[in-house]
Nanobody
Framework: QVHLVESGGGLVQAGGSLRLSCAASGRTFSVSSLGWFRQAPGKEREFVAA????????DYADSVKGRFTISRDNAKSTTYLQMNSLKPEDTAVYYC????????????WGQGTQVTVSS
């Protein structure tokens, strides 16, 4: 099992910044990549960004490219999502997820952290 705990959500004005953290524990040696997803009220959960476990590859949704940055601190087994130039449409619950090595889907999920961007 891999245990994920998100933190760093909150309320921010449009144009502001927040940094989300995702601390991983447990069988982290079995993880190949980590991702951030979000779900707004009444909408499907959507992909935001992903990073390989060793941090050499990243991927972003078009809607956040140039504004969000995903990174990792391997020593702390922590993944970050730096969110700049936030917009009201970024308001959602943000989830951290881990994909097992050899897996095609994200099998481990955190509990989520709320991000609210006011206009």
């Amino acid at each position: 099992q891999v245990h994920l705990v998100e933190s760093g959500g909150g309320l921010v004005q449009a144009g502001g910044s927040l940094r989300l953290s995702c601390a991983a524990s447990g069988r982290t040696f079995s993880v190949s990549s980590l991702g951030w997803f979000r779900q707004a009220p009444g909408k499907e959960r959507e992909f935001v960004a992903a990073i390989s476990w060793i941090g050499d590859r990243t991927d972003y949704a078009d809607s956040v490219k140039g504004r969000f940055t995903i990174s990792r601190d391997n020593a702390k087994s922590t993944t970050y999502l730096q969110m700049n130039s936030l917009k009201p449409e970024d308001t959602a619950v943000y989830y951290c997820a881990a994909r097992p090595s050899g897996g095609v889907s994200y099998g481990y999920w955190g509990q989520g952290t709320q991000v609210t961007v006011s206009s």
